[in-house]
């Protein structure tokens, strides 16, 4: 019988999702889509734990940048997948299973990249590339009508999976200075694509390697992989053990110029790097959390990364190179190595509640910087206002059933207090601690002058 074409009314059918012959599709039945996206929210959760795990440690700004912000993302993308997948008759367990003994020594072996390049290469040459090529077969053989919510969420998950390979593409390029550095990073792509063919790829689609076993491999001895958590800054940035300026104090002091604390504004959003440095090994070694723990989190590091870019942009406005000057890690490398994870938690949030009052805090600085003709400052701390509220109350919801209560919680940072200091004020003996805030005032305000 021939199919039925003629629309008397000329409106655009089946909500314009696809044409009634698209719609003719059979596609995936439930099994076989559960099945598949329990294989992606695998993977963006693996991704997730990557980046935590190696934001500290690796040492290029941009991306420790990029980390904080495609960190969250997958974090996102991890629960948009979760959610669909209740809703599709699959009671709400095992989603954290290894759907694949194969995929799991994939990423056991892609954790331990031992360079920026070989991480990025593993990212975003290997696993992130294959998801895409996986998310689009989906969407191409699955009905377009009949399962059109979870279209709708991998369309979603595919704009900004593509953002991020087409970032690290770019990167990848960039960190390949050396012939040799060509050559280990072919070498770690063949390897981590060896491991991802035993596996037939993301959706187990692809012809797998018969008797494949990969060549020395590093995850070899089943032990849990132990992560780097001492922070590190490349090599643009010096005296990174540099106190001297006392950032706190300045916006603070009334009797300075109103240019002169907005610029002690700028340049604490842009030391806020140290959070999400500090962050990375609380969300990776914390274990266990429901997932929702690991999107807020990874959130909330993504905002600390962001306001440090804030920083960066308001140093560039005025001409002045955002590594110039010291940006000091005492705090994020005490917290990473003398600390347990919980306990830099309530530190964080602690640190984050001391910011809520009226007089002192966040309200405070963005009436400072309005006292200013920097109009880019007062956005920025209008935003990093609204954002530091949120935190708050991330912490509040995770740490006070942890601690037994709000009281509880503020007396257990009061008695970690000390040691921080304590810890803080060794470091202080690895630098000279040469003054640099005149300096860095005096060129911030003649590049100030200079575009006006």
């Known amino acids: ?54 934001l500290a440690h690796v040492p290029e700004w ?42 799991e020594l994939f990423f056991q072996e892609l954790i331990r990249s031992q360079t920026t390049l070989e991480l990025m290469v593993g990212i975003y040459g290997v696993a ?51 012939e040799e550095d060509r050559i280990a990073a072919q070498q770690w792509q063949e390897h981590l694509q060896c491991c991802l ?38 090599a643009r940035f010096a005296d990174k053990y540099n106190s001297a300026g006392k950032i706190d104090e300045y916006y603070l002091e009334e009797t300075r110029p109103s240019d002169e604390r907005t610029y002690a504004l700028i340049y604490k959003r842009l030391k806020e790097m140290t959070v999400p440095e500090w962050m990375g090994p609380i969300i990776y070694k914390t ?64 640190f984050e509640q001391r910011q809520m009052p009226k007089k002192t805090g966040k309200r405070l600085e963005w009436e400072i910087a309005k006292t200013s003709d920097n109009e880019l400052a007062i956005t920025f701390q209008d935003y990093d206002w609204a954002d530091e509220v949120l935190h708050t109350q991330i912490g509040r919801k995770w740490l006070v059933l942890e601690v ?15 040691r921080i200091v304590e810890e803080r004020a060794k470091l202080d003996e690895r630098s000279d601690q040469k003054q640099w805030w005149p300096d860095f005032l005096t060129e911030m305000r003649a590049g100030r002058d200079r575009t006006r």
């Open 1 to 54: 019988m021939e199919r039925v074409r003629n629309n008397n009314l000329g409106l655009i059918p089946l909500a314009g999702i696809c044409s009634y012959e698209q719609a003719c599709n059979v596609g995936y039945g439930i099994d076989r889509s559960v099945s598949l996206l329990k294989r992606y929210v695998y993977v963006e959760t693996q991704l997730t734990n990557i980046f935590a795990a190696h």
């Open 62 to 103: 941009e991306v420790k940048c990029a980390f904080g912000l495609h960190m969250w993302l997958d974090a996102e993308h991890s629960a948009m997948l979760r959610k669909r997948i209740t809703e599709m008759r699959e009671p709400p367990h095992d989603l954290d299973k290894t759907p694949d003994t194969a995929i």
């Open 128 to 178: 992130k590339k294959e998801l895409i090529r996986s998310l689009n077969k989906y969407l191409v053989e699955t009905n377009p009508l009949v399962d059109h919510p979870t279209c709708r969420v991998l369309k979603i998950i595919l704009v900004e999976e593509e953002e991020m390979q087409l970032w690290g593409e770019q990167a990848i390029q960039a960190l390949k200075i050396t």
């Open 197 to 234: 063919q035993a596996a037939g790829g993301f959706s187990g689609d692809l012809e797998k390697s018969a008797n494949w076993t990969p060549t020395t491999p590093r995850a070899e001895d089943g032990k849990p992989y132990d992560m780097e958590v001492e922070p590190r800054r490349d």
């Open 287 to 350: 274990k266990g959390k429901p997932w929702d723990y690991y999107v807020d989190m990874s959130r909330q590091l993504w905002d600390e990364a962001r306001h440090s870019m804030l920083g960066e942009v308001g140093l560039y406005q005025d001409g002045v190179e955002f590594y110039k000057y010291p940006i000091d890690f005492r705090t994020s490398l005490t917290l990473n190595t003398k600390f347990e994870p919980l306990e830099a938690h309530i530190i964080l949030w602690y």
């Open 404 to 418: 037994g209560g709000l009281e509880e919680l503020k007396q257990k940072a009061e008695e970690l207090l000390p």
